[in-house]
């Protein structure tokens, strides 16, 4: 199954949150945050959103960062995905 976003919509995916810390120390599953920093799966092709053109700049292998509470998660064919809005993306990650 393929999913393609719509107007300024972006498919995530998350990336593997570090099962240690800097200083070494193994965190539990429970303990560990959700990550903010995903890669860009599939990007919707912008327009015009609430009135407004909206240019897409963010492109498919993007890593970026995102608003810690935003989207929609949803799980196709056993892998799980973050459906966004552009605006929600705050820095894409060299």
């Known amino acids: ?26 965190l539990a599953s429970a303990s ?3 990550p903010q920093i995903a890669e860009v799966i599939a990007v919707g092709p912008g327009g015009l ?11 498919a292998g993007d890593k970026i960062i995102f608003s810690k509470y935003a989207g929609t998660e ?6 799980e ?9 705050l820095a894409i990650v060299d």
């Open 81 to 89: 995905y973050t459906i966004i809005r552009q605006s929600d993306i």
């Open 49 to 59: 959103v609430d009135g407004k053109e909206v240019q897409m700049q963010v492109k």
């Open 1 to 26: 199954m393929t999913i393609k976003p719509l107007s300024d919509r972006v498919l995530i995916k998350m990336t593997e949150a570090e099962e240690t810390t800097k200083s070494g120390i193994v």
């Open 74 to 79: 949803v799980k196709v064919d056993g892998q």
């Open 32 to 34: 560990q945050e959700k």
